[in-house]
C-alpha cells in the first residue's frame, strides 16, 4: 500500500490524514510480511481504528463547515466503516482465523475506495463553491463602473483564471469580450480612423498578454461584423483607398470571401 497523488482531494487537512492512515495500513502490511504476532497485529489494527475515528470526526467538522450538502449520508458510511473494522477486532479476539492477505486486501480497498469515490466528492464541492464564487466576483467587477488601470487589471485576472483551467473558454472568451465591448462599443465606430484605434487596442491588450491571441481574433471579427460598414468604407478618401482597406481586412482574415467580394463589388460599382 502506497501513496498515490490521485488519492489528493485538494484539502490539505484531509490530505495529510488521509496520507497518515496509509501510512498506518503501511505498516500494517510490513507487520504481515515480518510474521509479527497476533498481538501487534490487533494492535496495528486498533490504531488504524482509532486514528480513522479521529479522522471521520475532523472530516464531518469540516464538511460541515462548508455547508457539505451530503453531510448525512457521508456520516453513515463512516459509521458503517468503523463498524465493519470493529467487527474484525472481534474477530481476532476470538481468535478466529483470518487469513492476513484478505485481511490486508479488505482494509486497503476500505481506505482507498472511501477517499476515491466518496471523500474525493467533498473536493470537488470546494473546487465547484471557489469557482462559483471567483466568477460572481468578475461579473460583479465587469459591471463597475471602472478606470483605464482597473480595466486591464480585470482582464488580466481573467486570463490568468482561465490559465488556472478554473473557467472553461467559452466563459473566459464571453467575459472578456463584454468588458472590452464596453470601451469600445462597435455603433460609436463611424469611420476608418475610430475602426483602426478600435481594432489596435484590442491587439495591444494580446501583445501585453492581458487577453489570449483567440480573444482578440474573436473579438476584431466581432467589431468588423457589427460596425456599419458602407460608413467606414465612405470616410475613405477615394475608392483605392477604400479596395486597400479591403484587401488588408481579407488578409488578416477579419472579412469572409463573400463579404469582402459584395464590398469589393460596391466600390467598383461606384467608381
Ligand atoms: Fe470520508
Ligand atoms: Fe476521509
Known amino acids: 500500500m502506497e501513496w498515490n497523488d490521485n488519492f489528493n482531494i485538494g484539502v490539505a487537512s484531509i490530505d495529510a490524514q488521509h496520507k497518515e492512515l496509509v501510512y ?42 462548508i455547508g457539505f450538502p451530503q453531510l448525512g449520508e457521508h456520516k453513515e458510511i463512516h459509521q458503517t466503516l468503523i463498524q465493519e473494522v470493529k467487527h474484525i477486532l472481534l474477530r481476532l479476539k476470538r481468535r478466529e482465523n483470518i487469513k492476513p492477505i484478505e485481511l490486508m486486501r479488505f482494509l486497503n480497498d476500505w481506505v ?12 470537488k464541492f470546494v473546487l465547484d463553491e471557489t ?29 490568468e483564471l482561465y490559465n488556472q483551467q478554473a473557467i472553461p473558454f467559452n466563459e473566459y472568451q464571453k467575459k472578456c469580450c463584454d468588458l472590452i465591448l464596453t470601451y469600445c ?21 494580446s501583445n501585453n498578454s492581458y487577453i489570449h491571441n483567440d480573444v482578440c481574433e474573436a473579438l476584431k471579427r ?20 477604400q479596395l486597400t482597406f ?5 488578409e488578416y482574415n477579419l472579412l469572409s470571401p463573400a463579404d469582402h467580394s459584395r464590398y469589393k463589388e460596391t466600390i467598383t460599382k461606384t467608381v
Open 24 to 65: 498506518i495500513l503501511k505498516y500494517l502490511q510490513k507487520s504481515i510480511k515480518g510474521n509479527q504476532s497476533q498481538y501487534v497485529f490487533a494492535n496495528t489494527i486498533r490504531a488504524l481504528v482509532e486514528y480513522t475515528k479521529i479522522h471521520f470526526t475532523d472530516e464531518e467538522r469540516f464538511m460541515e463547515s
Open 112 to 123: 482507498t475506495k472511501h477517499i476515491m469515490n466518496e471523500d474525493q466528492l467533498i473536493g
Open 131 to 159: 469557482r462559483r464564487a471567483v466568477g460572481n466576483e468578475i461579473i460583479d467587477l465587469t459591471h463597475e463602473e471602472i478606470g483605464n488601470l482597473e480595466y486591464t487589471t480585470k482582464l488580466q485576472a481573467l486570463t
Open 185 to 205: 462599443n462597435p455603433k460609436s465606430i463611424n469611420n476608418h480612423d475610430d475602426l483602426g484605434r478600435a481594432l489596435s487596442s484590442v491587439e495591444n491588450l
Open 222 to 241: 466581432y467589431i468588423i461584423t457589427h460596425v456599419s460598414m458602407n460608413e467606414i468604407l465612405e470616410s475613405f478618401a477615394n475608392s483605392k483607398a
Open 246 to 250: 479591403l484587401n488588408s481586412m481579407r
